[in-house]
């Protein structure tokens, strides 16, 4: 009896040892640690605790014509952590091992290693392997100890023979199979427990990166902005390297190789991650093409890269670099993608910002420019006079002014029709040419099946304002005005061309920046900037035969497409 004993707890403590060897291995950790668990895992998992059904066999201690064996502990840690197919595996795999060792327990011995499976299978079912308490390992265990003495009873023969063996090893088996098996379930709740640890940490360090990058990015990605980032990152995630990028350059460096990565200049690396980044995509890999280091002291040898992506559009990059022989853990690729993330939307918001300012800024110019003292005492004396010379065009030029100061006052919309907006230009225009008589001749050449196609408020009528105030007002003899709009690949095109002075003999920078009205062209260009990205454009040059041409693109989804590309009449103002 006293061998029995001795040599059981030479079996708890293999067990033992068994247990902790297997939390370590990382397939083994990663399973049990996720929240669903794949068929191929769980074919990992029979294989491991099946490896444990069948070590117990080994270390079984021959008695009275049978083993007295940790067996059993095998499926009943593998149906507690694993659920019922691993149990059922790990005890079919036990259960084979003891059917070639025969002896007169060898059926009962077999089956219960089965029922085992199944019986902490159901409790895995029942609690999960996170809610299994020491407390449900030994009961279950004691559970599956009883029928596997009961089978014992009931199939083995003789039963004299039997009985006799359970006198023996009933309290020594069931007392050391209950203790390996809380013994390893113990130890997998401490891993659970390093895990929680480990995620309370990771919440930490997210909160504190959040907390330290917090309007980091407010004034946008540049130089500095990258430098304090990338410095937050580098000592919050403590990776060997720390790389920030806008589209073309390397803004910020921190850690290894900054002495040859350096700010503000191109990178092989910037060129390389471009592709996948416009596509949404992290980057993880250990491919020196990735990294685009010529250096051949560098040290780095792993990039986690992560995009810096604002409506579609690719501003940057932040990537972070290992030595050899390292790794990034799936924690630091989910606190490098949030950390991207965050910066995405503070520079998101940053645009919405400076979209509402400008929007508003527009806003307010445009509300000043329409009824500014100048533009109305000159209308306005021009209605006088035609009041008493014609007074038929005096009350539609009235008519004209009012239109105008009702759409100035009461736009709250981003977008108008071009419809609208080319109604707004034509009352502009007979006001205008009320004051300048022959002296303005405007035309235009617009496709009718166009005019619903929606663009940015006050988009054109500046430009058709800056035509006639810098571009022809200072002639004597006037000149021409060609509006012409086209769709073409996909886009929308405004032009607006006169054949007055020229930018060069314009007063042109100053007034160029900003018309009569007060709507900068510089304005406008900002706005389509932040509303369509760089699918959208505003170009000044100099008309061939003289004069100044203004034109925007402005890209079309498909739905604004027009059916056809029938251009209607041409119109003459």
Partial sequence: MKNLIIAILYNFSV??????????????????????????????????????????????????????????????VGGLLGGPIVGIGAGIMGGVIRYTMGGFTMVPSVLANVVAGVITGFVHMRYGSRNITLSIACLSAFVCEIVLKIMVLAIAEPFEAALALEKVIFIP????????????????????????????????????????TNNLL??????????????????????????????????AFRGLGDDHHLPNTPSVLIKSLHQAHLDGKIIL???????????????????????????????????????????FLEHEIELAQGLADFASSQLSARKINQQTRLLAQAEYNTLKAQ????FLFNTLTTIRILILKDPQNARLLIKDLSEILRQTLTQKQEFISLRDEISTIKCYLRLEK????????????????????????????PLVENAIKHGLSPRKDGGCIFIRIWLQDDSLHLCVEDDGVGLRSSKSQNNLTKTGTGI?????????????????????????????CAQVKLPLCSHDMPEANAYGERLFV
């Fill in 285 to 327: 890999n250990d491919n020196q093409q990735y990294i685009g280091c010529s250096n051949p002291n560098c040290a780095l040898a792993i990039i986690l890269s992560v995009p810096l992506i604002v409506n579609s559009e690719l501003l940057g990059s932040i990537s972070l670099f290992k030595t050899k022989n390292k790794r």
């Fill in 173 to 212: 088996t069931i007392t050391a199979n209950c203790l390996s098996t809380v013994l390893f379930i113990y130890i997998f709740r401490e891993m659970y427990k390093d895990q929680d640890y480990a995620y309370a940490s990771f919440a930490h360090q997210a909160m504190q990166s959040i907390r330290r």
């Fill in 520 to 548: 900068g062209l510089i304005n406008i260009a900002q706005r389509l900037q932040i509303i369509y990205g760089h699918a959208a454009s505003l170009s000044l040059s100099e008309r061939t035969g003289g004069g100044t």
């Fill in 371 to 374: 009824v500014n003292p100048h």
């Fill in 434 to 461: 009320a004051r300048f008589g022959d002296r303005i001749f405007v035309h235009w050449d617009v496709p009718e099946n166009i005019f619903d196609i929606p663009i940015p408020v006050f988009t054109l009528q």
């Fill in 15 to 76: 067990i033992g040892l068994s247990a902790y060897m297997i939390t370590r291995l990382p397939p083994v950790r990663r399973l049990l640690l996720e929240h669903s668990i794949r068929w191929q895992d769980r074919f990992f998992l029979i294989l491991i605790f099946g490896s444990l059904s069948i070590l117990g066999n080994g270390l079984g201690i021959p008695i009275l014509g049978s083993l007295a064996n940790s067996r059993i502990v095998g499926p009943i």
């Fill in 218 to 251: 407010h004034e946008g990605l540049h130089k500095d902005s990258a430098q304090i980032m990338a410095d937050v990152i580098y000592q919050e995630l403590k990776p060997d390297a720390v790389c920030i990028t806008d589209k073309m350059n390397i803004l």
